[in-house]
């Protein structure tokens, strides 16, 4: 078992040695520092600047727009000195804002880093980053900061989705309540409504809660019943009926109804609350795996720091590499220290986070990673009967009374004395059997029998006192025989041995006993669950073929009678070896106890326990993994169990079993991905930059695309168990990043790997397929920046992008640029044709550019206006249905046609938009270029036109649409003011071309 730790969370997060510092040891030098700090308000800058998203979208705009102006320092030379100075000085100041927005919250980091003696990766890695300066690639620092910056805020916003917003469970829990009186007849005072604070109101308060109000505390209903939402707890939105006795955690919806619930606990100790706070310092329990990691990460960190300062110290002696420069020592000291990090490895546990965080939003609160680990491993499950194969809602069914050896049975309203001592007896007790006695109680006018002295619960046996003077007992038939007049026992236990339900005996000194006969259900949950925790289905990934050594070893524990396990087990398919009933909690204690040394040996070696978390608390806490069911996280089920499964009633606890056990094996084996990735990341990218293939940038690349990766890999526990997808603008941000890193990360370990290859082969295949690989690139390159170069793509595409799904979205823009790529192969080839037969005109070929621009234009616009007036999707159906079946008319061709007509006419715009003069501009380097080149330069051209356009295509749609969700009106405007800004300026290109007219 993962220990027993306190009810108190702190407390035991403090045992797990989890326990976050208060603060670092402080120092003179930090205390410098903080005066130095506040005094410039610098500490406030770098805490404004750091995770700010507006912040870093401008580090980013401005590294662009310096690496622009750097372009065009470099191919500038000597004909344009202004323009070429101008450019230095623009790359010069956007370079220095990018270090100061980027490089601030990094350099007041390391700084208190270094006061306080602090030299880790983390350091030296961003004084490598500022190293760059003195290197003279200032524009390599700025990429790496602007890398920083998006890498740490992609990794903050995954690891606080991994943990989720927990507190969200009690937040949207409402801050008032309306605490009432009761009248006479037990209604509620309507009048005496008062609202007040949830914080302040005191326990035993009752709380008046109406249809459509949510229950501000944990409480229990007294009057009334209702339909009963809590979703927010257990993720299960269809709600349950809640009577008399029942109770309701804080933050459930009542759906209909009226009722009046007395509140059980404070609102910190509210159900959402203690979730939260249970599933947050689960979380900070580190698992076997990370504490192992953090003492090989340290190792690590230390040879990787004395591999970095040897290299850069012999490299220049022994290798005769300059010290300084691009590729020299320092610089692939630098590039090996960023690439060797272990970020990737150190975040690899995140995966316990996720999975624990996934499960609380599903109800199921687990201990930590200790807990997960055990589960993955368990090979035997030894399952409680009642609550668990059961629904546990019991119901008393008769009454049989003994009486100078005969039997009376009656109904237990008709026995009122014997149901009246035992309600005195279980009136403050939870368990099934109290509340069916309870339940029998009500509407019956019993005696009175006073209260009862002397109470004692004798665990797995039942209670006692005293009533009227009178020893009592109430509960197993052993132990109420003891005070059984001589000769009733062998009575009962005749009746006892018949009796295929769940009984209770209730005994009274000096009077004959009372038998209460009780009936519960099966669980219909039950059989799958078990089934599939037999077979190791619950395990065993969709690709692996049936295997019995995944499956569990499945045994019942009960106290109830044989014949009313047996018949359990068998709706079940449970053998009858693997029965075990009659049982006391010391029995159930042994039990769990052989079960473990029979699979110790296995596989799977560990012993689960599943149980109430109350009567069951000795087999929980003994064995490696208990899991308690029950439908509050009360303090007696988590003080024992490891895991919680938090239900709107306790018959849903085993169908979560499975799952349990399936986010387990799924844990470990992300684990092991994550783990796998990071060490191929380490090694495939420290060696080349250590080597000087890698360029310093690339190494950073591939070292924070990594560790992003680790991350993401693990937050995918969300989406599969947590059902919480991802943000929209961490998904953004997420796929902006992932796809510059594998771009970037592509390009140069392709480059470098053909390099490699073709040096051994031969020089000049080296060199042909060099070259034919940078065209490709370059094509690339220059496919997907046309997209963005002129006006006229905008004002084509924005009408495509109103109206159909995003997906249509993308493959209309692809399939415009597809014919913009025709339009562009055409002009080309005519252009090449008559070339030598028709005189080169510069005007006249400005005029036709203009007048394919505006033809292109103008069909566009019409075809917005068409869409944007449903004659794109416009149809005529109707249906009528005989004899309970159901079909339908309609002009099914007419939108197929429609459909078929504005596919087409997409294609066609795009192609007359190809048919253009400056078509020949990007397709100029193409005609200089050998074959081999040329070819490949054009096809990564048009792939790269192709994909540009569908992805502006999709962007666009997906901002019209946001806007649409707020504003639906206002998107119809788009859709018409685009068109007709497409229709104006082509009427207006068009006229232009006709009469020679020049636009500015």
């Known amino acids: 078992m993962d220990g027993a730790p306190s009810a108190d969370e702190d407390e035991f997060v403090s045992q797990a040695g989890m326990m976050a510092a208060v603060g670092e040891p402080r120092s003179r030098a930090t205390a410098a520092l903080d005066a130095i700090f506040s005094a410039t308000g610098l500490v406030r800058v770098a805490d404004f600047l750091r995770g700010n998203a507006i912040v870093a979208a401008v580090s980013w705009g401005l590294f662009i727009v310096a690496g622009a102006a750097r372009l065009a320092t470099d191919v500038g030379g000597g004909g344009g000195m202004v323009e070429t100075a101008t450019a230095a000085t623009v790359a010069k100041a956007c370079t220095i804002m990018v270090y100061a927005l980027a490089g601030t919250p990094e350099f007041v980091d390391v700084t208190y880093e270094l006061a306080l003696g602090n030299v880790n990766i983390h350091v030296l890695t961003t004084l490598a980053v500022f190293g760059t300066v003195l290197l003279g690639c200032a524009m390599e620092g700025a990429l790496l900061l602007v890398l920083f910056a998006l890498a740490h805020m992609v ?40 609202e007040v604070p949830a914080a302040e109101v005191d326990v035993g308060s009752l709380i008046f809660v109406k249809a459509g109000q949510q229950v501000p505390l944990d409480g229990t209903v007294v009057h009334g019943s209702a339909l009963v939402s809590i979703q927010h707890i257990t993720g299960e939105a269809l709600p349950t009926m809640k009577r008399y006795g029942d109770e309701i955690p804080a933050g459930a919806m009542n759906t209909d109804g009226v009722l009046v619930v007395k509140s059980l606990r404070s609102s910190e100790e509210s159900t959402p609350a203690r979730i939260a706070r249970l599933t947050e310092a689960a979380q900070r329990r580190r698992p076997k795996v990370s504490r192992l990691l953090d003492d090989i990460g340290d190792r690590y960190s230390k040879a990787i720091l004395a591999t970095t300062f040897i290299t850069m110290a012999l490299a220049p002696l022994v290798l005769g590499i300059p010290f300084l420069g691009q590729g020299g020592a320092m610089y692939r000291s630098f590039a090996f220290l960023s690439a060797a990090a272990p970020c990737a490895l150190l975040m690899s546990p995140l995966v316990y986070v996720a999975a624990i965080g996934a499960m609380a939003r599903r109800g199921v609160l687990i201990r930590g990673g200790l807990t997960l680990d055990a589960l993955a491993e368990v090979g035997a499950v030894a399952l409680d009967k009642t609550g668990t194969i059961t629904t546990g809602q019991m119901t008393c069914t008769r009454v049989t009374r003994f009486e100078n050896g005969a039997q009376h049975q009656t109904s237990p309203s008709a026995a009122s004395k014997a149901l009246a001592y035992a309600v005195t007896l279980e009136g403050g007790s939870s368990h099934p059997i109290a509340r069916a006695v309870t339940q029998a109680a009500q509407g019956v006018v019993l005696p009175d029998v006073g209260a009862v002295s002397s109470y004692k619960v004798v665990a797995g046996s039942g209670v006692e006192g005293t009533i009227e003077g009178k020893r009592a007992r ?20 005749e009746v006892i041995a018949q009796e295929g339900e769940i009984l209770s005996v209730l005994a009274v000194e000096g009077e004959g006993p009372a038998l209460f006969t009780f009936s519960d259900t099966l669980n219909s949950q039950a059989p799958a669950a078990v089934e599939s925790l037999r077979n190791g289905k619950c395990r065993r990934a969709w690709w692996q073929p049936p295997d019995e050594s995944h499956g569990m070893e499945v045994i019942m524990l009960t106290g109830d009678n044989q014949t009313s396990a047996e018949t359990m087990a068998e709706a079940i398919n449970l053998k009858q070896e693997n029965v075990y009933a009659g049982l006391t909690p010391s029995q159930k204690l042994g039990l769990v106890e052989t079960l473990r040394e029979r699979v110790n040996s296995r596989k799977y070696s560990r012993v689960a326990m599943v149980g109430d978390g109350i009567n069951d608390a000795p087999a929980l806490a003994s064995a490696d993994v208990g899991v308690a069911i029950a439908s509050t996280p009360s303090d007696a089920a988590a003080s024992v169990a490891d895991v919680l499964l938090v239900t709107k009633d306790t018959s849903g606890g085993i169908a979560q079993l499975p799952e349990l056990f399936r986010i387990a094996q799924s844990t470990r084996a992300v684990l092991r991905q994550n783990i796998a990735l990071a060490v191929v990341s380490i090694v495939g990218s420290a060696i080349p930059a250590l080597i000087g293939a890698f360029p310093l940038w690339l190494a950073v690349i591939l070292h924070e695309g990594a560790t992003v990766m680790v991350a993401l890999n693990s937050v995918r526990l969300l989406v599969t168990f947590g059902r919480q997808p991802l943000s929209k603008s961490t998904t953004l941000v997420l796929t902006a990043f992932t796809v510059f890193c594998c771009l970037g990360a592509a390009y140069t370990l392709c480059s470098e790997a053909i390099a490699i290859w073709f040096s051994t082969v031969h020089v000049t295949h080296w060199i042909g397929v060099s070259m034919a690989f940078k065209s490709a690139w370059a094509g690339l390159l220059a496919g997907c920046l046309h997209t963005l170069t002129g006006p006229d793509h905008l004002a084509a595409l924005t009408p495509l992008t109103v109206g159909p799904s995003r997906a249509q979205n993308a493959l209309m823009g692809a399939l415009w640029g597809f014919g913009h790529n025709t339009g562009q192969i055409l002009f080309g080839c005519i252009f090449i044709l008559l070339r030598d037969k028709l005189p080169l005109n510069m005007d006249l070929i400005g005029q036709w550019g203009q007048g394919i621009v505006g033809l292109t234009l103008v069909i566009i616009g019409a075809m917005g206006f068409w869409e944007s007036v449903g004659g794109h999707s416009h149809s005529h159906s109707h249906s009528h249905s005989h004899d309970g079946h159901s079909h339908s008319h309609g002009d099914a061709s007419v939108p197929m046609k429609r459909d078929t007509n504005f596919i087409s006419w997409t294609y066609i715009t795009g192609t007359i938009h190809g048919l253009q003069p400056d078509s020949l501009f990007l397709l100029l380097p193409a005609m200089t270029l050998p074959r081999v080149e040329a070819i490949s330069f054009l096809a990564t051209f048009f792939i790269g036109t192709i994909f540009a356009m569908g992805t502006y295509t999709y962007c666009i749609g997906a901002g019209t649409a946001a806007l649409e969700k707020n504003n639906p009106k206002f998107v119809s405007y788009i859709a018409r003011g685009s068109s007709a800004v497409a229709l104006g300026f082509g009427v207006l290109f068009i006229i232009s071309a006709v009469f020679g007219l020049e636009l500015v």
Do not use: I, M, Q, Y
């Open 474 to 493: 109430f509960g197993s038939s052993a132990f109420a025989l003891e005070l059984c007049e001589e000769g009733a026992d062998e009575c009962l236990a």
């Open 155 to 194: 990794e903050d916003r995954l690891t606080l989705h991994a943990r989720g917003d927990l507190k969200a469970l009690w937040s949207t829990v409402p801050t008032t309540a309306n605490v009432v009186k009761l009248n006479a007849d037990g209604t509620p005072d309507l009048a005496s409504v008062t």
